[in-house]
C-alpha cells in the first residue's frame, strides 16, 4: 500500500485533472453559446431573406422570365428589370434631404412596417436621407386605388383614411409607412387614401428606392462572386455559372463554405 504521502499526492493529481476538466467544459460551454448565438444571427438573415426577398422574385418570375438573369438578394425587391451594373451605380449620387427629430420618426415607422421592417439598416438609412418632405390638406387624395404607384410615405402630422372598393379599412396617424406595396411589388395602388386633417409627409420615389435596393443587391453579388471563384471546386466553373450560383447563395451558406475551408 503507498504512504499517506502518495495517496495525497494522488488526491492532488485527481483535483487538479478535475479543475482542468470543468475549465475545459466551461470552455467548451462558452464556445456552443457562441455558436449558438451566430446559429441565431444566421438564421435570422435567413428569415430576413425569406420575408422580404423571395416574395419580391417571385412577382419578378410573374412579371417577365427575362428578368431571372438580372436576380440579386437585394435587387428582386423593386421587381423591375434592370441592366445596371455595379459600376454604374457606384457612380449614382443620391439626394439628401436634411432632417431633424423626423429622422428617428420615419426609421422607427420602416421598423414598424411588415414589409419593409427586415431591409439592411444601411439600406433603411439610405431611405430616411433620400425622403423629401410632402404637405397636403384636409380632404385631399393622396393615393388612389388603381392608380400607378411611383413614391411611398411615412406620415408625420396628421390623419388619413384608407378605404378599398369605398369601404374603410382604417385610419392611420404619425409614425405610419403607407404606398410600400406597389414600389415593392411593382403593382398598382391597392387601396385609397385621402387625408382627415392637413398632413405632413416624407415621401421617396421610385427610382431612389430602386437604386438603394440594387445597390446593396450587386455588392453582395460581386462579393459571393469573389468568394466561388476562391473555392478550388470551383475553379473550373464558367463564368454564367459562378454567377447563377451566387444569385442563389444565402449568407449561411457563404458562412458554411468558408468554414469548410478551413476545416
Same mark, same amino acid.
Given at each position: 500500500?503507498?504512504?499517506? $504521502? !502518495?495517496?495525497?499526492?494522488?488526491?492532488?493529481?485527481?483535483?487538479?485533472?478535475?479543475?482542468? $476538466?470543468?475549465?475545459?467544459?466551461?470552455?467548451?460551454?462558452? @464556445?456552443? &453559446?457562441?455558436? !449558438?448565438?451566430?446559429?441565431? $444571427?444566421?438564421?435570422?438573415?435567413?428569415?430576413?431573406? $425569406?420575408?422580404?426577398?423571395?416574395?419580391?422574385?417571385?412577382?419578378?418570375?410573374?412579371?417577365? &422570365?427575362?428578368?431571372?438573369?438580372?436576380?440579386?438578394?437585394?435587387?428582386?425587391?423593386?421587381? @423591375?428589370?434592370?441592366?445596371?451594373?455595379?459600376?454604374?451605380?457606384?457612380?449614382?449620387?443620391?439626394?439628401?434631404?436634411? #432632417?431633424?427629430?423626423?429622422?428617428?420618426?420615419?426609421?422607427?415607422?420602416?421598423?414598424?412596417?411588415?414589409?419593409?421592417?427586415?431591409?439592411?439598416?444601411?439600406?433603411?438609412?439610405?431611405?430616411?436621407?433620400?425622403?423629401?418632405?410632402?404637405?397636403?390638406?384636409?380632404?385631399?387624395?393622396?393615393?388612389?386605388?388603381?392608380?400607378?404607384?411611383?413614391?411611398?410615405?411615412?406620415? @408625420? !402630422?396628421?390623419?388619413?383614411?384608407?378605404?378599398?372598393?369605398?369601404?374603410?379599412?382604417?385610419?392611420?396617424?404619425?409614425?405610419?409607412?403607407?404606398?410600400?406595396?406597389?414600389?415593392?411589388?411593382?403593382?398598382?395602388?391597392?387601396?385609397?387614401?385621402?387625408?382627415?386633417?392637413?398632413?405632413?409627409?416624407?415621401?421617396?420615389?421610385?427610382?431612389?428606392?430602386?437604386?438603394?435596393?440594387?445597390?446593396?443587391?450587386?455588392? #453582395?453579388?460581386?462579393?459571393?462572386?469573389?468568394?466561388?471563384?476562391?473555392?478550388?471546386?470551383?475553379?473550373?466553373?464558367?463564368?454564367?455559372?459562378?454567377?447563377?450560383?451566387?444569385?442563389?447563395?444565402?449568407?449561411?451558406?457563404?458562412?458554411?463554405?468558408?468554414?469548410?475551408?478551413?476545416?
Amino acid at each position: 500500500m503507498g504512504t499517506l $504521502r !502518495d495517496l495525497q499526492y494522488a488526491l492532488q493529481e485527481k483535483i487538479e485533472e478535475l479543475r482542468q $476538466r470543468d475549465a475545459l467544459i466551461d470552455e467548451l460551454e462558452l @464556445e456552443l &453559446d457562441q455558436k !449558438d448565438e451566430l446559429i441565431q $444571427r444566421l438564421q435570422n438573415e435567413l428569415d430576413k431573406y $425569406r420575408s422580404v426577398i423571395k416574395p419580391a422574385t417571385q412577382q419578378v418570375h410573374k412579371q417577365n &422570365d427575362l428578368q431571372e438573369q438580372q436576380r440579386t438578394k437585394r435587387q428582386a425587391i423593386s421587381a @423591375e428589370p434592370t441592366a445596371f451594373d455595379i459600376q454604374d451605380l457606384s457612380h449614382v449620387t443620391l439626394p439628401f434631404y436634411p #432632417k431633424s427629430q423626423s429622422k428617428e420618426l420615419i426609421k422607427e415607422a420602416i421598423l414598424d412596417n411588415d414589409f419593409m421592417k427586415n431591409l439592411e439598416l444601411s439600406q433603411i438609412q439610405e431611405i430616411v436621407d433620400c425622403m423629401y418632405p410632402v404637405e397636403y390638406g384636409k380632404d385631399s387624395c393622396i393615393i388612389k386605388e388603381g392608380d400607378v404607384g411611383s413614391l411611398v410615405y411615412v406620415m @408625420e !402630422d396628421g390623419k388619413v383614411e384608407v378605404t378599398k372598393e369605398s369601404l374603410k379599412l382604417c385610419t392611420m396617424g404619425p409614425g405610419k409607412v403607407f404606398g410600400e406595396l406597389a414600389i415593392l411589388y411593382n403593382c398598382t395602388r391597392t387601396a385609397t387614401v385621402k387625408t382627415l386633417t392637413n398632413v405632413k409627409l416624407w415621401a421617396i420615389d421610385r427610382q431612389c428606392f430602386q437604386t438603394i435596393m440594387m445597390r446593396t443587391g450587386l455588392i #453582395k453579388h460581386t462579393e459571393y462572386m469573389e468568394f466561388l471563384k476562391s473555392v478550388p471546386s470551383f475553379h473550373g466553373l464558367q463564368e454564367d455559372i459562378l454567377s447563377k450560383l451566387a444569385d442563389v447563395l444565402e449568407e449561411w451558406i457563404v458562412f458554411i463554405l468558408k468554414l469548410s475551408l478551413h476545416l
